[in-house]
């Protein structure tokens, strides 16, 4: 991970979605990773797979979920099926 201020410690993923496990300097600011994160997915994957854009209007949306400390699978869970469909 790039971005000033950011450690990147694990990054687990799933046939639908990607965790990242981060510890950001709060002077940074947690919404600045996200953004750039989301921003240089987005840029590889249609480098990587050009059909991409002209068969989505959008990779990936503005939307996404912080917890601290123990967040509750059932808290994770609410917020993916929010997601769907979006």
Not at 25 to 37: E, Q, T
């Given at each position: ?11 687990p993923t799933m ?35 050009p059909w991409l ?34």
């Amino acid at each position: 991970m790039e971005e000033k201020g950011t450690w990147l410690f694990e990054v687990p993923t799933m046939p639908d979605r990607v965790h990242l496990l981060v510890e950001v300097d709060p002077h940074y600011g947690l919404h600045k990773l996200v953004r750039a994160s989301k921003a240089r997915s987005t840029q590889m994957l249609g480098e990587e797979y050009p059909w991409l854009r002209s068969r989505l209007p959008s990779l990936g949306t503005n939307s996404h979920f912080v917890a601290t400390g123990r967040a509750g699978g059932l808290m994770v869970k609410r917020y993916v099926d929010t997601q769907k469909g979006r």
